[in-house]
């Protein structure tokens, strides 16, 4: 690895944090470490292994070869997967040295190579022959959005190793693109969004300016009408509205967040305020109305779209993974640009929920969809075969449109990159795992710490200094919005420490240990009660980690839709999850599901259908009656659902009035 | 007209109850007749208008030029919305005989005819030049579809005015279709159900069994993976599972729908009882747990599709015109094939609410999708413009998929032959409005009535005896499963009756008149508990109606995202509606809105975010409090929404627990 430069996905020029790379940040084990060694050691061979298979890597022989023809397996998409794995291979690269994945970047290269046009343009989907011209379908065709995940595939390269064919191939095809969209080429754009976070930062990455502002160009033409309009309207791709005028992120999830991370890096680079403040107000709208608990972004299937405010369904939940990738894009940048800690607990909560429930223990399967509430339990999945559907529940081997294996896997790969950041007086850290952080200060200041955690098992966080440094320096750690009842420990002292940063000022010796303890119980979470879709319900959280119900855990097969919980008592620590107190209660079959409204038995409470008997008046919950007696309901981390096999499953859980 | 026939859709050759056609009930006016006022002058000709200039007339034309090309106008559909057009103009001209309607037949039906292939092959989408072969697209192609539609119109022609042109064409259409996929031909089938239905019933106007037969075999080939998978998956067209085995309706809902249609007109007229059976399964787990309040069908917009059992997002539900219609026409021949009058219940219900939503008042403008909850008002929709999106939150003047307009316009031109049977020994009258029924008993007792009515304005029926017949018969009326409390008045005496069934078995003389009286206050209705969308909410209803409060009756254009209902001050009637006590709690800016669930205040009531303040302890809910005073709601007729412009919109409205 290159040590000169920082290793990271996202460098900005200027800003109050500053990234630090996988040569400053090191994952050395626990939650995260275990996944980034499946990563590494079956993911992206995998990832490869597929792309072989469908013919989307023999497209671009196709290319070269000129044989390409109208039978060209894989959507127009197809490209980008082979550059967002050579992003992950170059993070992989960077951040262990291990030669199999340098082998297969310079595998993968070359393929890719042969295929360039000698003016720059580099598709295997259009512009050859049997196959429509160049950029013959910008709303659909995706030819930008591939070169942008070719740029980002070339910074990686290029932090992580320096100059190589792939950043030459990169270079020729920004060229190409700046010369046939610049300012005097086709005022158009990309239907799919991607090529604007792409030249950004190969822009920052080679110090080129006119790739930023071609960026910043691709920006500024959206929000017009510049697309042709769509049965699903031109919000769909963003099209509606110019994005400084927009109050709020809509469409396409995956297409709005990749355009806003492309917004937050112009907005920095060109010092553009009211840019980086509109995007502020609409991620401010987002979290507050347009997004699950799980951090999942996306309520439609229908065009893998936000709804509208507070359209937040569990069951049709799509909160796509890439749509989570996508979300710590924008946050992680934010971040950067302004050193808010909120925008670290939106990332923490998505890494957890999100991109940690798609990939399956082995690395080999993933989720596409993540719903929070799985009504039918799916069909056990084939491993040899392409799931055609993104929502099966469970996780597929591989996807007809994959596009999120190889974006978790650089995620994963890249990871180290999120954990933490310097500004000039010390250290942040936002994200806890084990792991070591060797850096310095502008002014030269040694910065050394070794997280010691078992996180999020345990919320015991030990912060091991690793440098004597006689000048004094920050050391902050970010407590989660959720961490009400915080302590900060050092020096045998401990104090409470409220949820945002908290920081510790003061010259540091190596060996001595500050420590952040969170707390770890299990708490019932209440939705906002515009929620429509989970009015009445109870969620359960353990520190990051949203919890689940499963089928598995229960003892019917349609318990899940009868199941009702008790809010009165506290859930309970259940290793890792939690136990909540549940029943069953009986439903009559009706021939019709509403009835009227009877005579409440107790004030406040009208009388429901469909439940056949109901406690008695009491008011105890303790008592059974005939509805079925209370039990102990066991909670385990929504990211592990399914593995025991397809399940239903539901994180809201009706909690009715118990009196 | 010719009597000699019963000019009705359904006309099965065995049964409890025989239909009476449109020479026998003659709907006079009230809520139906002016619709179908509107229909007969203003909707028939907006459809044939808005078919010529999107050039779907015209395809005709051009196979008949030999000048068919690519470029072919139009879904590969659009000939069925000619051939439902024609069916609706069979049933006005059959109903009023009106010229207009009858010069459009042979206006449309010349059009049509001269593309039909010598061999009897009838579509412009497929089979000519520059289009593709005939047959290649089973799955989505729609071509038996397109002609069961035409069957459908011919049944029309044949029962209301006897062979002419248009069934001759029909005649050579089922013909080639028998051949060609007959026992000896292609062993396949329409992705998109609908010839069965038309076959069916050709065949019973034909009095031609082998096209009944053919229909069987098209049924009994479906559910074994005839069709190649598609993403969405097979269930969406019903190849999953064969007909007799499946549990309930999955898939794309009017395809479910139209496919259970043949499938009871194959069981009665093959007197199998175990298929009649399966349907009547399929029924009743699907309207206990896949029908919306309003009888909407099609929970998903994706696939235009029911979802899982308990699945009825309001906001999101699809609720397609085409299905109501499509439930209707199930509904009907179960009804026939049964004499149950639940099936009775279920078509008051989506008549009311689904059917009677989509036209505007002035006829030229649609709903396709009939969600119960509009977040965000519409767009103002351009008379002038074909609406790309079937969810636009107001009516369209035409659609893209424009199979709704022509869907309502045959409901409506044919529906007096939905409103009563007869069965050996007298009269069933079904639905509520005021008509004149003539017909006679297998034995030539008299059975005349006619009904007086301005339900569901008010609840009144009154039957007034139209013929003296000396020999006793028997009177039925349905009285909804809605109306407890309802009351029959006869010879000056009242005595309530029960819902179901109300029969009066006597002489009758001319002039004398039987009442029912049906309760129109205002009710609260609560769902099952299972019904995860709409929990700790009530919808209102009136009679059939289901009602809606809208935006513009509220004093804030968010008011509808914060309202909440007291549901223990009953509903009061209000001008063909109903006022409920609500209020409009403030709610505080979170940035995050999931929030610990606090300490209750009250047992049995855990603290929700978001509320900013909440009435105090007495559990009166006539304390306004911080939070907002309690005000009256005005509720209107579901169907009438956007009338007034676009407006957000609820059914289920939330009802808290007061205390």
């Known amino acids: 690895m290159t040590e000169s430069t920082t290793a990271c996905p996202v460098l900005p020029t200027r800003g109050p944090a500053h990234p630090l790379g996988l040569a400053q940040v090191s994952v050395t084990g626990g939650f995260w470490g275990v996944r980034q060694a499946v990563n590494a050691t079956a993911t992206l061979s995998h990832c490869e292994s597929w792309m072989e298979r469908l013919g989307w890597l023999a497209n671009f022989d196709r290319v070269a070869d000129g044989t390409t023809s109208p039978d060209r397996p894989g959507w127009p998409f197809s490209d980008s997967e082979v550059y967002k794995l050579l992003e992950a291979l170059a993070w992989e690269a960077g951040r262990t040295g291990d030669p199999e994945a340098e082998w297969a970047i310079k595998r993968l290269t070359a393929r890719v190579g042969q295929a360039q046009d000698p003016d720059g343009y580099l598709n295997t989907c259009f512009g050859h022959g049997g ?12 030819e930008l959005y591939n070169t942008g995940h070719l740029l980002q595939a070339a910074v990686a390269r290029l932090r992580t190793s320096g100059e190589d064919e792939l950043v030459r191939i990169a270079r020729r095809a920004a060229d190409h693109v700046c010369r046939t969209f610049g300012a005097d080429g086709l005022p158009k754009i990309c239907g799919h969004p991607e090529i604007e976070v792409g030249l950004a930062e190969f822009g920052r990455a080679l110090g080129e300016d006119r790739y930023v502002e071609q960026a910043r160009l691709f920006l500024d033409r959206r929000g017009h009408g510049t697309l042709r309009d769509i049965p699903l309207g031109r919000a769909y791709f963003q099209d509606d509205i110019p994005i400084r005028q927009a109050d709020v992120w809509r469409g396409h999830a995956v297409r709005a967040l990749y355009l806003t991370a492309a917004a937050v890096d112009v907005a920095v680079e060109r010092g553009d305020d009211d840019l980086l403040r509109a995007v502020e107000r609409q991620w401010e709208r987002v979290v507050e109305r347009r997004t699950a608990i799980t951090g999942g972004m996306g309520s439609r299937h229908q065009d893998e779209g936000f709804g509208e405010d507070w359209e937040l369904p569990p069951d049709r939940a799509f909160c796509e993974t890439c749509a989570g990738v996508a979300s710590i894009m924008v946050s992680w940048r934010l971040l950067l640009a302004t050193g808010d800690v909120r925008y670290a607990d939106l990332i923490e909560r998505t890494l957890y929920n999100v991109v940690a429930t798609s990939p399956s223990p082995d690395g080999r399967a993933f989720f596409y969809a993540n719903p929070l509430h799985q009504r039918a339990p799916g069909n056990p999945a084939d491993e040899n075969e392409v799931s055609p559907r993104a929502e099966a529940g469970v996780r597929a081997a591989w996807f007809d449109v ?45 910065v050394a710490a070794d997280v010691e955690t078992d996180y ?105 839709d ?80 399914a593995r025991r096999g397809p399940s239903s499953m539901r994180v809201w859980l009706p909690a009715p009035p118990t009196s």
Chains 1, 2 share one sequence.
């Open 131 to 142: 196959r429509p011209p160049r950029y013959s379908d910008l709303e659909m065709g995706h």
């Open 402 to 446: 994959s596009c999120c294996p190889t974006n978790v896997a650089r995620t994963l790969a890249g990871l180290g990159a999120y954990l933490a950041t310097t500004d000039d007086d010390g250290l942040q850290i936002h994200q806890y795992a084990p792991c070591t952080i060797r850096t310095e200060l502008p002014d030269g200041r040694q």
């Open 456 to 560: 999020p098992e345990s919320g015991t966080i030990r912060v091991r200094i690793a440098a004597d440094e006689p000048a004094p320096w920050a050391l902050s750690l970010r407590v989660p919005a959720w961490a009400a009842g915080a302590r900060l420990i050092e020096d045998g002292r401990e104090r409470p420490v409220g949820p945002g940063p908290v920081t510790v000022r003061r010259a540091f010796r190596s060996g001595e240990v500050i420590t952040l303890d969170l707390p770890m119980e299990p708490r019932f979470t209440r939705p906002d009660p515009r929620i429509d879709a989970v009015r009445g319900c109870v969620a359960v959280e353990r520190g990051p980690e949203v919890l689940c119900v499963e089928s598995h855990d229960l003892p019917r097969p349609d318990a899940l």
């Open 562 to 641: 009868a199941l009702v919980i008790d809010p009165l008592t506290p859930p309970r620590a259940d290793s890792g999850g939690a136990l909540v107190r549940g029943r069953l209660p009986a439903h009559a079959d009706r021939p019709w599901p509403y009835a009227p409204a009877t005579a409440p038995t107790q004030p406040g409470e009208p009388g429901e259908p469909g439940e056949s008997s109901r406690s008695g008046g009491s008011g105890e919950p303790g008592e059974s009656g005939e509805s079925g007696g209370w039990f102990d309901v066991p909670l385990r981390p929504y990211h592990s659902w």
